[in-house]
């Protein structure tokens, strides 16, 4: 685990020490109201689709979702930025496995796609789409349920007119998606700080001003 997750862990375990566990409460409230009530549909000029840490060479299923998402949504007058590091040396990127898996898909080689081979965490997907995105455009953030409230959280602190939309027509519980909802809200908690707090899910799904 790097210094960066190190820190931002020891943030979000902080608060909710000092909370009694009432601050984590909050922020798995929001989490999952956002997970729940997020459209599957946006209107956007880019589409974001950040990566998910592969097996071996295979694409995993919750990478997959946001993917097909993705082909749905796409039409010639958007572009899509699929972001993802490559976790080994000599190995394909998140990025390149998304774009091979889209075109297998049937997205077309006229398709505008870029591809950001560096980012390692959601924080830096967004930083990077949001450098992508030019001023007057909406990005709409692809992602699976549990994942949205973190992801519109930090776009609106980097000032970017983002919208959120779910890989998954609907919410559906199980046991990954209880805990990757239940590791989200510390997450939320730990990048957003105070702004976690004061943020409601009528505040992060309304469309960007």
């Given amino acids: 685990m790097t210094g960066k997750r190190l820190r931002l862990l020891a943030r979000g375990l902080a608060l909710c020490l000092v909370s009694g566990?009432?601050?984590?409460?909050?922020?798995?409230?929001?989490?999952?109201?956002?997970?729940?009530?997020?459209?599957c549909f946006a209107e956007g000029e880019v589409l974001l689709v950040p990566g998910y840490r592969l097996h071996g060479d295979e694409v995993p299923k919750t990478y997959v979702r946001r993917l097909r998402r993705a082909?749905?949504?796409?039409?010639?007058?958007?572009?899509?930025?699929?972001?993802?590091?490559?976790?080994?040396?000599?190995?394909?990127?998140?990025?390149?496995?998304?774009?091979?898996?889209?075109?297998?898909?049937?997205?077309?080689?006229?398709?505008?796609?870029?591809?950001?081979?560096?980012?390692?965490?959601?924080?830096?997907?967004?930083r990077e789409a949001a450098r992508r995105t030019a001023a007057g455009e909406t990005l709409v953030i692809i992602s699976n349920r549990w994942h949205l409230a973190r992801c519109i959280l930090i776009a609106r602190r980097?000032?970017?007119?983002?919208?959120?939309?779910?890989?998954?027509?609907?919410?559906?519980?199980?046991v990954f998606a209880w805990l990757a909802l239940g590791r989200e809200a510390l997450a939320l908690l730990a990048h957003g700080g105070r702004d976690a707090l004061h943020a409601s899910p009528n505040s992060l799904l309304e469309p960007p001003r």
Avoid: M
């Fill in 21 to 39: 566990g009432w601050f984590y409460l909050r922020a798995w409230r929001t989490a999952y109201a956002v997970a729940r009530r997020a459209p």
């Fill in 158 to 174: 980097l000032g970017v007119a983002a919208k959120p939309c779910a890989a998954e027509r609907r919410w559906q519980g199980g």
């Fill in 71 to 126: 082909r749905r949504l796409w039409s010639p007058d958007r572009r899509i930025v699929l972001s993802g590091f490559a976790a080994r040396a000599g190995e394909q990127s998140e990025a390149h496995a998304g774009y091979a898996f889209l075109r297998d898909l049937g997205l077309p080689g006229s398709a505008q796609v870029d591809l950001d081979i560096q980012a390692r965490d959601t924080e830096e997907n967004l």
